[in-house]
């Protein structure tokens, strides 16, 4: 298993992002042969526009990652942007990548239908994010359910590419964590920084509990049973909770005769504790900020190498090396 994914660093990372995409990263890192992670600084540019704030959010996410348990020794991590090979066979994709296909991708349709105006980078993101992938020969993307059209797309060229001109690419397959497909945010709709409803990971405890307060939650009365899969607090606890005390929670949540109130204690109890050790680390890394450079160019060099060779594959197989 060759695993790839990316994330971008357009924000501090929140609970959808940690187990929607980041914990998955973490446990592939010990399964897979190889495992490439990076920090999308070039997809991040379709949104942010303030270069300080860019660069900020870069080496932010690095240190997330690091503090989070991706391992340097096991996972290739390094920023997008140190890998230019990429760029050159997002625009060998581009060539084979029908109009149609694009138009149908959720970010660029949506913007449309807002009547806003949309940008080429934005248009074609699926395309760089598919380079992203192929570029490292990856079969298994971990990703959050919102992510699964990019690399159906990713197929798409791929094939469409290997139909012309021969077997070059692999085809890869998205991996989504069933229990975190769509972590809900305090509002109740999908956790999402666009959404200002999130729980951030390395948000301070207090900020936590304030959060996990405000998780919105129905005003029936305390003895009325409830169900627990679709409410919001009790999903938040459950991605928290060990099973046992998951299983415990869901009985009593059906029973009733409990307060929400109760339940927000326990989740907010538990979260703190959960990122106890990672919030340790980042103040670590953060202090060597040297360290983390020093494992982004390693990352890029090794994912450098990868990239070359699949680069010139795909030269070769259209005619674009003579
Ligand atoms: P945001 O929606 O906050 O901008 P991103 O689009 O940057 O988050 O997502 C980064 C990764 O985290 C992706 O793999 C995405 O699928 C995953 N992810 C984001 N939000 C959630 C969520 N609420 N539930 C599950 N996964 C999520
Ligand atoms: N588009 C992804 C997101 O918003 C980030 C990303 C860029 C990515 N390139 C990728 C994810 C390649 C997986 C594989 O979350």
Same mark, same amino acid.
Not at 59 to 81: E, H, M
Not at 285 to 300: F, K, M
């Given at each position: 298993?060759?695993?790839?994914?990316?994330?971008? /660093?357009?924000?501090?990372?929140?609970?959808?992002?940690? !187990?929607?995409?980041?914990?998955?990263?973490?446990?592939?890192?010990?399964?897979? @042969? @190889?495992?490439?992670?990076?920090?999308?600084?070039?997809?991040?540019?379709?949104?942010?526009?303030?270069?300080?704030?860019?660069?900020?959010?870069?080496?932010?996410?690095?240190?997330?990652?690091?503090?989070?348990?991706?391992?340097?020794?096991?996972?290739?991590? !390094?920023?997008?942007?140190?890998?230019?090979?990429?760029?050159?066979?997002?625009?060998?994709?581009?060539?084979?990548?029908?109009?149609?296909?694009?138009?149908?991708?959720?970010?660029?349709?949506?913007?449309?239908?807002?009547?806003?105006?949309?940008?080429?980078?934005? !248009?074609?993101? /699926?395309?760089?994010?598919?380079?992203?992938?192929?570029?490292?020969?990856?079969? *298994?993307?971990?990703?959050?359910?919102?992510?699964?059209?990019?690399?159906?797309?990713?197929?798409?060229?791929?094939?469409?590419?290997?139909?012309?001109?021969?077997?070059?690419?692999?085809?890869?397959?998205?991996?989504?964590?069933?229990?975190?497909?769509?972590?809900?945010?305090?509002?109740?709709?999908?956790?999402?920084?666009?959404?200002?409803?999130?729980?951030?990971?390395?948000?301070?405890?207090?900020?936590?509990?304030?959060?996990?307060?405000?998780?919105? *939650?129905?005003?029936?009365?305390? @003895?009325?049973?409830?169900?627990?899969? *679709?409410?919001?607090?009790?999903?938040?606890?459950?991605?928290?909770?060990?099973?046992?005390?998951?299983?415990?929670?869901?009985?009593?949540?059906?029973?009733?005769?409990?307060?929400?109130?109760?339940?927000? *204690?326990?989740?907010?109890?538990?979260?703190?504790?959960?990122?106890?050790?990672?919030?340790?680390?980042?103040?670590?890394?953060?202090?060597? /900020?040297?360290?983390?450079? @020093?494992?982004?160019?390693?990352?890029?060099?090794?994912?450098?190498?990868?990239?070359?060779?699949?680069?010139?594959?795909?030269?070769?197989?259209?005619?674009?090396?003579?």
């Amino acid at each position: 298993m060759r695993v790839l994914s990316g994330i971008q /660093p357009t924000g501090r990372f929140h609970w959808g992002n940690y !187990f929607g995409a980041i914990r998955q990263y973490v446990q592939l890192q010990y399964q897979a @042969e @190889e495992a490439f992670y990076f920090i999308a600084n070039l997809h991040a540019l379709t949104t942010i526009r303030d270069r300080e704030l860019l660069k900020q959010y870069t080496l932010d996410a690095a240190i997330d990652l690091l503090a989070l348990g991706i391992d340097p020794d096991r996972a290739t991590l !390094f920023v997008q942007s140190d890998v230019p090979q990429v760029c050159e066979l997002c625009w060998l994709l581009m060539t084979v990548t029908p109009m149609g296909l694009l138009e149908r991708c959720h970010a660029y349709k949506d913007k449309k239908a807002k009547g806003l105006p949309a940008d080429a980078g934005l !248009f074609t993101y /699926p395309v760089l994010q598919a380079a992203d992938i192929l570029a490292y020969d990856s079969d *298994t993307v971990p990703v959050g359910e919102d992510q699964v059209q990019h690399i159906e797309v990713c197929r798409d060229v791929a094939q469409s590419f290997n139909s012309r001109f021969g077997p070059t690419f692999v085809l890869p397959e998205a991996r989504v964590m069933r229990d975190a497909a769509r972590v809900p945010g305090i509002d109740g709709e999908k956790m999402s920084k666009s959404y200002n409803n999130t729980i951030d990971i390395f948000d301070p405890p207090e900020v936590v509990r304030k959060k996990v307060m405000r998780i919105k *939650t129905d005003c029936r009365p305390p @003895e009325e049973p409830k169900d627990p899969d *679709t409410d919001t607090l009790y999903q938040l606890y459950s991605l928290f909770a060990p099973p046992a005390e998951r299983e415990a929670m869901a009985a009593r949540y059906r029973q009733g005769g409990f307060g929400y109130a109760e339940v927000k *204690t326990a989740l907010a109890d538990l979260a703190v504790n959960f990122f106890t050790e990672a919030r340790e680390r980042r103040r670590e890394l953060e202090a060597h /900020p040297a360290r983390v450079r @020093e494992i982004l160019g390693d990352g890029a060099a090794k994912a450098r190498r990868k990239a070359a060779e699949v680069l010139r594959r795909a030269k070769e197989a259209c005619g674009v090396i003579y």
